[in-house]
């Protein structure tokens, strides 16, 4: 957790708030965000009972003023010109989304240091409008590897399913968030170091198999409500067909 926020603190671009939700953490976590906020006025502290990732990130959008919405997760980190690479390409470019690679981080354990592999989905700069071109819904579910603009989410009511734990509310989100912008930037820099070794991470319980198609449920009704199911039911049906393939995979090796 003090990796995270030390590398927002770092972050050479410093216009920006943080708000750091406490899901009813029974460790020492708000003690820290606590002394970070003493230090540090951009931070805020929403401390509640435990609800969720869903309802807690939820809550978090509702309390966020900035012109773009970025996430980090508390056992991640970012580079330190990460918000300004970020945010200058969207204002650049009037985009709805800018979207970038990131960095797979593991501990070896041979050596206790961290290792970082670069995952590469993003090429080239590019350019999108998810309406013409469907590129956008083959990337993988990384949430946090991306800045979105707050009225983008506001005006399409885009919010996470608040289903109980972090349960893979990632994949409704992202695909709402593509379904509705006009305008994407693919970055092929990459700034967040994901940590795959949490042997706490969500992706390591073999349960919650039903909150996958309670997801695609979700996304399905978004898109009729909206009259764009017929347009984008191929994109929905490529996606959901290999995030039901990885949940087996995943579910055989647990």
Request: glycine share 4%; charged share 20%; with cysteine.
């Amino acid at each position: 957790l003090r990796e995270a926020l030390d590398s927002l603190v770092q972050q050479t671009f410093q216009d920006f708030e943080v708000i750091c939700i406490n899901d009813g953490s029974t460790d020492h976590s708000l003690e820290i965000i606590q002394a970070y906020q003493q230090q540090d006025s951009r931070f805020c502290i929403l401390d509640k009972t435990n609800s969720g990732y869903g309802d807690s990130m939820n809550q978090g959008l509702k309390l966020a003023r900035g012109e773009y919405i970025a996430i980090l997760e508390p056992d991640d980190w970012i580079e330190n010109d990460a918000f300004e690479v970020l945010y200058h390409t969207a204002k650049k470019n009037d985009a709805d989304v800018v979207k970038a690679n990131y960095y797979r981080m593991y501990t070896d354990p041979k050596t206790n240091q961290p290792q970082n592999t670069k995952v590469s989905e993003i090429t080239k700069t590019a350019i999108l409008d998810p309406h013409t071109d469907f590129t956008v819904f083959r990337l993988s579910p990384a949430i946090w590897s991306a800045i979105y603009k707050r009225t983008l989410l506001e005006q399409n009511q885009i919010t996470f399913l608040p289903t109980p734990g972090a349960s893979y509310q990632d994949l409704g989100f992202q695909f709402k968030v593509f379904a509705s912008a006009k305008k994407v930037v693919l970055l092929p820099s990459a700034f967040v170091h994901y940590r795959i070794d949490n042997q706490n991470s969500s992706i390591n319980n073999p349960g919650k198999v039903n909150c996958v198609i309670e997801e695609y449920n979700s996304i399905e009704h978004f898109l009729m409500s909206r009259g764009t199911f017929d347009l984008f039911a191929r994109a929905m049906s490529a996606a959901k067909f290999r995030n039901y393939h990885w949940n087996f995979q995943r579910l055989h090796r647990n």
